[in-house]
């Protein structure tokens, strides 16, 4: 009897021992292999280079939503399933970008039996979120376009990198120090630019309304035909108001979407005898190697031609 008592001991510490390895190996990879790279998951393009800046080759990185592609709908591909099912950290933006619509990402998270705040990671928890004015109960998703808060985006980033490959610690932390800089210099610049402008000549019109927090931070009033892009588009109502919004301004240029149609825009250029500027970036990068194909160059890219338009 009491080789039997010892004998179940000895099963159950073993039993406590791989349980308590495979937890550690949930949230903590240091003792991986040291050729073997953190598995890293991004929801859209714009996170993907935000990761790719802090953890450059020292992590295998993969974007679900790729370039060009809107993150508001989406339908996840097998090969999506596949790499958020072996990743060791997922990052999405939240703010109900990827979990408004049709839920795809909550339906991904459960599909993969994934956990928030374990392996799925909010890269907006530190943003103060403004609501949707059609629904106020709802929040924009869009907190990227405002450089103070995409800062915010990288500090959540690389605390969650460093968590989970605390053997690269300090290689993240240096990287995302000087990414920092980077974006906080470019955002000190565009404070200011934006006031040189008289304030009437201030009205931002883009078909999609994703420019509150860059309105707020920039000085300029954001008009749009739509609120969202989930939203219907170009209705005569929408159309109607945004021309009004238009003639009681001394606004110059519009502006369209990289990543919608512009047939709507089209119209109210028509209507109101603007020009169209130029396309600027919302929901995603630019393809690799044209202009906008990283956060730095697509924020630069907005705050240049939004000014210049403006102006």
């Known amino acids: 009897m009491k080789k039997i008592l010892i004998t179940l001991v000895s099963v159950v510490a073993m039993i406590s021992g791989v349980y308590w390895f ?15 790279k953190l598995q890293v998951v991004t929801t859209n393009s714009i996170l993907e280079d935000m990761v790719k800046n802090v953890g450059r080759d020292r992590i ?8 060009g592609v809107d993150p508001h709908e989406y339908e996840p591909q097998p090969s999506d399933i596949s790499k958020a099912n072996d990743a060791d950290a997922i990052f999405h933006n939240g703010l109900n970008l990827e979990t408004g619509g049709n839920g795809w990402f909550t339906k991904l998270v459960e599909t993969t039996h994934k956990n928030f705040d374990k392996e799925v990671f909010s890269t907006s928890e530190d943003v103060e979120a403004k609501h949707l004015t059609t629904n106020k109960n709802e929040v924009d998703p869009h907190a990227w376009l405002d450089l103070a808060n995409g800062i915010k985006y990288v500090k959540t980033i690389t605390n969650v990198l460093k968590e989970k490959d605390p053997r690269n610690a300090s290689f993240y932390q240096d990287n995302a120090d000087e990414y920092i800089a980077k974006l906080e210099r470019l955002h000190q610049e565009a404070q200011s630019k934006y006031l040189r402008i008289p304030e009437k000549q ?3 019109v883009t078909s999609e309304g994703a420019f509150k927090y860059f309105g707020e931070a920039y000085h300029v009033t954001p008009a749009y035909i739509w609120e969202i892009n989930t939203e219907s588009q170009g209705t005569p109502e929408q159309m109607e108001k945004i021309l009004k919004q238009i003639n009681t301004s ?3 240029s519009l502006f369209v979407e990289s990543s919608v149609s512009p047939k709507s825009m089209d119209k109210v250029s028509k209507e109101s005898g603007l020009k169209i500027h130029s396309k600027i970036f919302t929901d995603s990068l630019a393809k690799k190697g044209t202009t906008g194909d990283t956060y730095y160059s697509m924020m630069k890219w907005n705050i240049d031609q939004i000014y210049a338009g403006l102006k």
């Open 202 to 204: 201030r009205l931002l």
């Open 250 to 252: 001394e606004v110059k």
């Open 22 to 36: 495979l937890q550690q190996r949930t949230h903590n990879t240091s003792n991986l292999p040291s050729n073997e």
């Open 60 to 67: 295998e990185l993969y974007s679900i939503v790729k370039r």
